[in-house]
């Protein structure tokens, strides 16, 4: 079946320090894949994307993530956290076979920032 | 700016009630999605629609129905609300046969069923 796995519920990092956020993905073929943020109360805010090519991508708010296809993970990070980054970070997976057009979640990690 | 329009942030029904979610988007996307999040299980998807009238069931279907009657609204169904189904509900609209430019989402309706 179909999965996308984030290993970590809670991350606690101190401002200024560097930031990764794991993410695998179980699939028949590489999924197009996505990291989510959303602060206390909101929605959901698109990161990041990756559908092909080159394995770094750039994001919003100085978000990167890389694809490892041997590792099947789209880790999330960030060089330098800032406070206002603490916030709970969804990966998620678009399947093109099967799946049709419906993202998968991971459970989320929650991310703390100590000041 | 584009949005995804939730009509309610918070609600509470009483058990048995039939309750109605409401979304809207402005991007005339045609595909539209309800999911519920609960904490440590992430999001899970309910229902989705590719189309006007058409619908799918998604991962959860069970206790909901969805309709939708225009392209801009897709409304999730509670047939009779149960305190199990207290939770985050987030409604999101996608452009396109794949949808993968990404999910646009609404700010979420918070149900409590008492």
């Known amino acids: 079946a179909q999965s996308v796995t984030q290993p970590d519920i809670h991350i606690t990092v101190s401002e200024g320090a560097s930031l990764e956020l794991r993410c695998n993905y179980s699939y028949g073929a590489t999924p197009y894949l996505f990291w989510y943020v959303q602060s206390p109360g909101q929605g959901l805010q698109l990161l990041l994307k990756y559908f092909s090519g080159d394995t770094l991508v750039q994001g919003i708010k100085g978000f990167e993530a890389e694809f490892k296809r041997s590792q099947s993970s789209f880790n999330l990070r960030k060089p330098s956290v800032h406070w206002s980054d603490a916030a709970e970070y969804f990966c998620?997976?678009?399947?093109?076979?099967?799946?049709?057009?419906?993202?998968?979640f991971g459970t989320g990690t929650q991310l703390k920032v100590e000041l | 700016d584009v949005k995804v329009t939730q009509s309610s942030r918070y609600l509470v029904k009483r058990t048995g009630e039939k309750v109605f979610l409401e979304c809207v988007q402005d991007?005339?996307?045609?595909?539209m999605f309800w999911y519920r999040q609960d904490p440590g299980l992430g999001l899970r998807l309910i229902y989705f629609s590719y189309d006007v009238k058409m619908k799918e069931k998604g991962d959860i279907p069970e206790g909901y129905s969805v309709s939708r009657e225009k392209k801009e609204r897709f409304s999730l169904i509670l047939e009779s609300a149960s305190t199990n189904q207290t939770s985050m509900y987030l409604c999101a609209s996608s452009f396109g046969p794949e949808g993968a430019r990404g999910y646009t989402f609404g700010s979420g309706t918070r149900l409590t069923v008492v």
């Open positions: 991007m005339d996307h045609e595909n």
């Open positions: 998620a997976a678009l399947g093109l076979t099967g799946g049709g057009n419906k993202l998968t």
